[in-house]
């Protein structure tokens, strides 16, 4: 069982910047990797960047390679995801899941609005 509570996101103008968080709990939490997902309004929801809690595999989708960055604090059990350069179509719910295989633990999501 893992446990997931996000925090950050918020309301920013486009060009600004944004960081969420992702504090993780849970016995077997270093077996799964932390993955970051969007949703916007009736749309799927859609794969944003991905992590290992060694931090040494990232993965991010095409959408927003170069301006978001996947990090993790394995002290504080934290995932991170700096969002700079923002753009309207960033606007989304996003969430934090912790996978393993076909296993998935989520966050409760977190909203995040660019204004143009």
């Known amino acids: 069982q893992v446990q997931l509570v996000q925090s950050g996101g918020g309301l920013v103008q486009a060009g600004g910047s944004l960081r969420l968080s992702c504090a993780a709990s849970?016995?077997?939490?270093?077996?799964?990797?932390m993955v970051w997902f969007r949703q916007a309004p009736g749309k799927d929801r859609d794969f944003v960047a991905h992590?290992?809690?060694?931090?040494?595999?990232?993965y991010y989708a095409d959408s927003v390679k170069g301006r978001f960055t996947i990090s993790t604090d394995n002290a504080k059990n934290t995932v991170y995801l700096q969002m700079n350069s923002l753009k309207p179509e960033d606007t989304a719910a996003y969430y934090c899941?912790?996978?393993?295989?076909?296993?998935?633990?989520w966050g409760q999501g977190t909203q995040v609005t660019v204004s143009s």
């Open positions: 992590i290992n809690w060694s931090g040494g595999s990232t």
């Open positions: 899941a912790a996978r393993k295989g076909n296993e998935f633990y």
């Open positions: 849970g016995r077997t939490l270093s077996t799964y990797n």
